[in-house]
């Protein structure tokens, strides 16, 4: 991996920008910073392209990185452009004051119109590449509500109360409705085969750094994510 991230002029979408932060909207399948085998074409590079500053607390690889999103999930993420507003934010994610709403297709249809799953996410011992609820895991909470049933899935609203690596797609696994075009939870039999994984972070609310105000943004799912719901609906 190289040393530091290089800009790249790659399209980006910017819903908000000041001199503390930015919000940004992810693509499915981009990475959102350098690491080995992905070392170009990154959210980083296109926001080193397109923004002035971005904070240094996440090293030379992750500048502005507040949290992460999957490749294969898109979605709003919140980009930190000084190192006050880096430490600002982060505590307030540690702290979970940082509210996040994803849509979701998961696979079947849930009996309850809205739950709560509360499991703990560790490395699976079974395949070191994946998470996986294991007795000594972090604490994990993903609260959820179904919007709509669809054929054979469901269209669900998230709530991430605390942020696991892979937690929605480990969590709904978990209770056997893992995500729509999720390999690596889904198991072989995750039909109908969607173009994507079905997960987008579509909102975010946070109080700002340095303004105290509450923000609020949201981004709508993208053309293709409508596009399999559709299908669903047929």
Known sequence: VAAEAQPEDLPLEILYEDGDLAVVVKPCGMVVHPAAGNEDGTLVNALLFHLK?????????????????DKDTSGLL???????????????????EIHKTYRAVARGSFREPDGVIEAPIGRSP?????????????????EYRVLESLHGASLVDV???TGRTHQIRVHFAHIGHPL???????????????????????RIEFVHPASGKIMVFEAPE?????????????
Do not use: W
């Open 53 to 69: 500053n971005l904070s240094g607390i996440g090293g030379a690889l992750r500048p502005g990185i507040v949290h992460r999103l």
């Open 78 to 96: 919140l980009v930190a452009k000084n190192d006050a507003a880096h430490l600002a934010l982060s505590s307030a994610l540690k702290a979970r």
């Open 126 to 142: 079974k395949d070191r590449k994946k998470m996986a609820v294991v007795p000594d895991g972090r604490y994990a909470r993903t």
């Open 159 to 161: 709530n991430l109360i």
């Open 180 to 202: 729509l075009g999720d390999p690596l939870y889904g198991g072989k039999e995750n039909r109908p085969a969607v173009g994507r994984l079905m997960l987008h972070a579509h």
């Open 222 to 234: 993208p053309p293709e994510f409508l596009c399999e719901i559709e299908k669903l609906r047929r």
